[in-house]
């Protein structure tokens, strides 16, 4: 049905209902002495003449386009129940929706698991930090680092380049460590928000579907952000040690020219 077809209808009622309400306001105010003149009121006349009028307005003119109407809405209705969103279909996809969410609380429990294996005091307060998945304990990690593996040498125990290189690897050796501790946190929130995901799709109305892909799709991509921050934490990790080899081996020239400068010394005061 076009949008015109709808105008003129309803132009057409607006004007019938109009002249018979102007007409039955002339006859309102007419004197009651003209009005008795008439013998019988008027006035209920003209309305029942133009209430029958409307009505076989609406049952000639308006009825037939209605009908029409009301068929386009169940033949879209069916299109929708049965081919866009079959009934079907959508409960085999709750079905699954509440199957998965059994298998999230499996996951979560391994997840969960322990494994703590220090067993002297000092490394399982560093353990304990480590595997608290709490961002709360990253502050603590360094002074439970420091109390395990020890602080950089005074300058009076290894050369200043020495230092510096135990200064370097110590630093990100607890950098590594405490991004390992906000990535665990941050694993426990995408499985929460997994969980509660799965929780609206089992409930979700079919026309919600965007919203929740959307929704899903703004996780997923906060995902592998978290992904490529552990990456590039391993990229770091992976380069100190290749510049820690670098820097032994420079360490070891430089010792092995000094050991040669010092044997040329020495044999040259000998031959004197």
Known sequence: MKPKTFTRIARFIGKAIGIVFALAVVVMILPGKARSQLGLDPCCAIISVGLNSISNLLSSVVAKPLGQIQQLEQQSANFEQQVVFPIAAINQARGLAMQSQSQFAQMRQVFQLSVSSATLPTPQRLEHSLLSRNPGAVPQISSDYVALYGSVMPSTDAPQPVRDLVDTTDAEAQAAMKRAVEIDALADLELQAAEQINQQLQTAAPGSAAILEAQTSAWLVRANAYTQSAMAELVRVRS?????????????????TTLHSTSGQLLQQGAH
């Open 240 to 256: 100190i040690e290749l510049a820690n080899q670098g820097a032994q081996m420079k360490f070891s020239s430089a010792h092995t």
